[in-house]
């Protein structure tokens, strides 16, 4: 187990929660005027429901730099207030050996995340220097939760170990270049066979999973498909079903009755197979 | 032929040039303090020389704030120096619809690109929202330049159209979803063989062309195999060949020695093959 695995893991023990809040922001959708106060009230108000926080920079990009000003003030927020949840700064970045230096350094050292998702697509030196720090986990984009997933990741190839889906050849690649423990793939909840699979092929690598709530996906399968053989290992990522439950002035308080509510029912499925939290 | 791909058109024209400058900082190897600074005299001495500027994100991402405000400054720059040059945000965004619909307002809108690289992993949805402003290019990663991009792009696959490689197939899913006319891609001039198959496949897309002078690819093969049938409609891309031609504070007046070397050797070729520019 890398440091960042430990971390994680401490973060849903002491919880009790596999429930990720992804934070993106809409000002459209927001009761009130600034962004950082909007996350501040929703992170007052999830802090010891969940373990993580998942801000996804496009949306603080199509805010300029005040947007980035806000998500610089979040990330300072959650560290002072929460200091047990992971951050996962959620930028999909990827790009040639020296442009994917410079992102990790970006969102590492300069945005602080304790984790963050990448996009593989262009092979291991874009990927690799993610992984320079164990204590920074690293979750790349295996099979996604939308739709036109399908288009590339679900397409056959043939390898030597015989033919398959390239989603799997990739988290394949993924076991190979993950020499300190600490690489993790996103695999979405909205496909469940896909889910099995890729958890089957990668059995203690954690997952950060998305498509429930608001994208539709199958909650009971996800937790039982995604977790680890301890019921660990996965991070169930909620974000307008969340952060958006309740338009008003109580939207903070409606969100923290939705992470509850799926924190709860996440627990019973692990419950119903004997995978109980240990006592705090 | 879309807005963007005769703005581009005309780029190239009036300059008689196919070079873009990748503007990628690096503190460390820049003779001034400031990369605006840096940016400002690069732009100024190759103005004229070369048609498009290659701003890489992850480089002033890498700078926190500053660097993001520098990068505002620089684009702000070329559009007042050098009206007609096409500023292209090197960016390799990809995520799920509503996140890309993000994406797309912040690089085009909130900086003003004038065109960006996108990571077309996630299939459809993740690309069609950049693409609904058809005075805006948006350049797909097909095939990169560096080692890696051989790990995933090159894999066979089967389809209804027989086997063929990946990138193949994304170069002919991105035909498809070309409606506007202002989709290109993204192809190394280091492997010649895969730049003439996806030029014989999308004969009219403009291309992006990255991988000459540090990287070592061919010049003459990128320009022969990866130009359109009238020797136009492709970007060459130098990036640290150009820019850190010299780390003296002659570095500008190295940069546009180096710009202008790069424009002849690739106006030879193009001469060579009876390609001339229209006099002026």
Same mark, same amino acid.
């Given at each position: 187990m890398s440091r960042f695995t430990q971390r994680l893991e401490q973060a849903s023990t002491v919880t009790k929660s596999l429930v990720c809040v992804g934070l993106d922001p809409d000002p459209a959708r927001m009761p009130v005027d600034s962004v950082y106060e909007f996350n501040q009230a929703i992170v007052d108000a999830t802090a010891g429901i969940v373990c993580a926080y998942k801000p996804n920079l496009a949306f603080y990009e199509a805010l300029g730099l005040p947007g980035l000003e806000d998500l610089h003030k979040t990330i300072a927020h959650i560290r002072d207030s929460t200091p047990g949840a992971i951050i996962i700064g959620d930028a999909k970045r990827g790009d040639i050996g020296p442009s994917a230096q410079a992102y990790a350094k970006a969102l590492f050292q300069v945005w602080g995340f304790d984790a963050?998702?990448?996009?593989?697509?262009?092979?291991?030196?874009?990927?690799?220097?993610?992984?320079?720090?164990?204590?920074?986990?690293?979750?790349?984009?295996?099979?996604?939760?939308?739709?036109?997933?399908?288009?590339?990741?679900?397409?056959? +190839?043939t390898t030597d170990d015989g033919p398959m889906a390239l989603y799997r050849n990739m988290a394949l690649a993924c076991q190979q270049w993950d020499t300190k423990g600490n690489l993790g793939l996103v695999v979405g909840a909205t496909v469940p066979e896909q889910l099995k699979e890729i958890r089957a092929v990668c059995p203690n690598m954690p997952f950060l999973i998305p498509?429930?709530?608001?994208?539709?996906?199958?909650?009971?399968?996800?937790?039982?498909?995604?977790?680890?053989?301890?019921?660990?290992? #996965?991070? +169930?990522?909620?974000?307008?079903? +969340? +952060?958006?439950?309740?338009?008003?002035?109580?939207?903070?308080?409606? #969100? #923290?009755?939705? #992470?509850e509510k799926l924190r709860t029912s996440i627990n019973q499925v692990l419950e119903a197979d004997g995978k109980v939290w240990p006592s705090n």
């Open positions: 963050v998702t990448i996009n593989a697509w262009g092979g291991e030196d874009t990927v690799t220097p993610f992984l320079e720090d164990e204590t920074k986990g690293v979750f790349v984009w295996c099979r996604g939760s939308n739709p036109g997933s399908a288009d590339f990741q679900d397409v056959r +190839i498509g429930v709530g608001a994208q539709g996906g199958d909650l009971e399968a996800a937790v039982r498909l995604g977790s680890d053989s301890r019921g660990r290992a #996965a991070l +169930i990522n909620s974000s307008r079903g +969340i +952060i958006y439950a309740s338009s008003g002035r109580d939207f903070a308080q409606a #969100a #923290a009755r939705e #992470a």
